[in-house]
């Protein structure tokens, strides 16, 4: 999952891309309005975070630019303007939640991944695809009973994977979504956690369509 | 207050009694002296006719060789009149004297005198004394008459004037009161101007006034954008405070919980308790400061669709837990006053009602007395002691913390600032909380 994190105040998107990396997300930053809606607009974000105070172009106008262009990436408006004008008309903006600073972290965090999951009509909790359920606290992936160990980009992938059955996904734009632009990207290095994650849950899970991609699930 | 229309009024009627008083007496006293110059002159001619009558005996014997007699110098005490001196000794008098005699004082020859004398049966008489001289006599003619029935037929003449006055005095008060009305017509627009601005109805004053209050309508205008900039402004940079203080908290908060201060737990509380504490106080004062109540000129805002626009918006923010937020309100209630205190208001009582409900909200509005917002919830409630609590001394601004009634205060903070006040209850229909806002009649 890729986030775009767009907040101008550079000590503060530090510890939250910091947090974020830590739960598995790859995190981009924009610190003004101009740099967050190009960013926003090329379609490999799964989510933004948009701070309303954002110089060069406020969040609200990037936010209606965006829904302008029928550009539907889940958006988190994250803002120190908590007064319920401003939340009504960040919401008739397009946003898809709210949340005021200084916030709890772990509501921001749970936030985010609820989010995520409802983008993709997960049932609020946990990601559960194909008998498998994440733990997200714990990065870790449960099969029945069992719990299985993941490491970061393991965890990265399969979290992606889940929330995306059935669907072809090619080895770049699983590089894309797994991978900030400060990374190293190497579509080969995915063939290698690919194929540790096969060996954890099973080959089965995940198949590989020559030339395309890969397919998640029972059913592909 | 001091009325314009009653100086006005009092000043135009004033004036017009003086005019009326002053034509009425100069009317009376031009007809009392024509009158008595038209007697006089005609009491001239009689004596001036018994002068030619009159003829004198050597022997100092007067008579009047008259063919014909005017009947009333004949009729015993009619009115009419007259007597002859003949060399200061009255000579000859008039049969309708009966016994009586004229005060007739002689007058010089060719001198003509007229006085008012009280007659032998004490009459008012206008008496008229003509002075003549013949064949070395000095002879004094007075002619007098009886001005009562004149003076009566005058009378009845200065009644009808005085009449005829007064029901034109009156009318004249009339249009005067009518014109002075008509003038300040353009002053009763302005005013109910005003109360259209009040209500919302319209941003600016209508400038179609006379030249008089043209200036006092402009400087209206002018002050209302700038009332409305200077609360913008300091709306802004309330927001700009509020941007540039929280984002440093956030960061602090986020230090409190870092994986560093886990071996020192008490420094990360004490850290904790300290952001929370400023936390809390910028919050209840930016809060608080935000509010414009009624200083603001407000618009008409459809409650209706304002209220509809927060339960959207509360939708999304407790979107996992599938609340049923319903609103019952009239769709012609408006509220009369700034649409940030108003959201304000409805969205921090719709905040608490959300965060307590097990699964209904409902918000009603009505108008009694002025309008009536209530906003209930299905969740545990306030027991009846913690009910009286909160009636008895409040939910003060200072002592509130997030979760613990700050939202309540703000609610009330900004109800006061519109004169109006919260109550809070139970909801009859859902058996929880229930808070009830009313506002005073505009």
């Not at chain 1, 105070?53 to 936010?63: D, F, N, T, W, Y």
């Not at chain 2, 913008?232 to 230090?255: D, F």
Request: include cysteine; charge should be negative; charged fraction near 25%.
């Amino acid at each position: 999952m890729r986030i775009l994190l767009a907040e101008d105040d550079a000590s503060l998107s530090d510890r939250i891309k910091g947090d974020l990396v830590q739960r598995g997300y790859a995190v981009d930053v924009a610190d003004n309005g101009v740099d967050a809606e190009y960013l926003g607009d090329e379609g490999i974000y799964d989510a933004v975070i948009l701070d309303l105070g954002l110089p060069q172009r406020s969040g609200l106008q990037v936010l209606r630019n965006w829904r302008g262009k029928g550009n539907a990436t889940p958006v988190l408006i994250l803002t120190a303007r908590d007064a319920w004008h401003e939340k009504v008309e960040g919401f008739d903006a397009g946003a898809d939640d709210y949340v005021a600073k200084p916030f709890h972290v772990e509501e921001l965090y749970a936030r985010v991944g609820a989010l995520i999951r409802r983008a993709h009509a997960q049932p609020a909790g946990a990601v559960v695809s194909d008998g498998l359920r994440l733990d997200e606290a714990r990065q870790a992936v449960i099969s029945g009973d069992k719990t299985i160990a993941l490491s970061g980009m393991e965890f990265r992938l399969l979290r992606y994977f889940m929330l995306h059955p059935g669907q072809v996904l090619s080895k770049s734009h699983l590089a894309e979504h797994v991978y900030d632009d400060d990374s190293d990207r190497d579509s080969n290095v995915i063939e290698v956690h690919v194929s540790h994650l096969r060996n954890k849950i099973g080959a089965a899970l995940i198949k590989t369509r020559r030339g395309q991609g890969y397919v998640f699930g029972a059913s592909g | 207050m001091r009325s314009l229309l009653a100086p006005l009024t009092i000043g135009l009627v004033l004036s017009l009694v003086v005019v009326f008083g002053v034509q009425w007496s100069m009317v009376r006293v031009a007809i009392d002296s024509t009158m008595q110059n038209y007697i006089a002159a005609g009491l001239a001619q009689d004596a001036d006719e018994l002068f030619s009558a009159l003829s004198i005996q050597p022997g100092g014997q007067a008579s009047l060789a008259l063919s014909h007699f005017d009947p009333p110098f004949v009729a015993p005490s009619s009115g009419q009149y007259y007597q002859i001196l003949l060399d200061n000794e009255v000579a000859l008098r008039s049969p309708s004297l009966v016994y009586g005699s004229l005060p007739l004082s002689p007058a010089s020859p060719g001198q003509r005198r007229v006085e008012s004398v009280v007659g032998p049966e004490g009459q008012a008489l206008l008496l008229s004394a003509s002075g003549y001289a013949s064949d070395g006599h000095a002879i004094t003619i007075g002619v007098a008459v009886d001005l009562n029935p004149l003076r009566t037929q005058v009378a009845v003449l200065l009644a009808r004037y005085t009449q005829v006055s007064l029901v034109m005095f009156a009318l004249l008060v009339v249009l005067q009161i009518g014109i002075v009305r008509l003038a300040l017509l353009p002053l009763r627009r302005v005013k109910a101007d005003l109360g259209r601005l009040e209500r919302g109805e319209v941003a600016q004053l209508g400038e179609a006034v006379p030249a008089e209050v043209l200036p006092l309508v402009r400087e209206v205008n002018r002050l209302l954008p700038l009332l409305a900039r200077r609360l913008q402004r300091s709306r802004e940079s309330l927001g700009n405070l509020a941007h540039a203080l929280k984002a440093p908290l956030t960061v602090l908060k986020h230090i409190a919980n870092d994986e560093h201060l886990r071996q020192h737990p008490t420094l990360g509380t004490q850290l904790n308790e300290q952001v929370e504490i400023l936390r809390a106080r910028i919050e209840s004062e930016l809060r608080r400061a935000r509010v414009a109540g009624m200083r603001a000129p407000g618009a008409a805002l459809d409650l209706q669709a304002e209220i509809e626009s927060l339960i959207a918006t509360l939708r999304k923010l407790y979107r996992d837990r599938n609340l049923d937020i319903a609103c019952r309100i009239d769709a012609a209630l408006r509220f009369h006053g700034d649409r940030e205190d108003l959201l304000e208001l409805c969205g921090n009582l719709l905040d608490n009602a959300c965060k307590w409900a097990r699964s209904r909200v409902l918000v009603t509005a009505r108008d009694e007395k002025g309008l009536l917002v209530t906003i209930g919830d299905d969740g545990p409630g306030c027991s009846p002691e913690g009910l009286e609590q909160i009636a008895r001394r409040g939910v003060r601004l200072d002592e509130a913390t997030e979760g613990h009634g700050l939202g309540l205060a703000i609610a009330a903070a900004i109800a006061s600032s519109y004169g109006g006040e919260i109550r809070y209850g139970r909801s009859p229909e859902l058996g929880g909380f229930e808070v009830t806002v009313s506002f005073p009649a505009a």
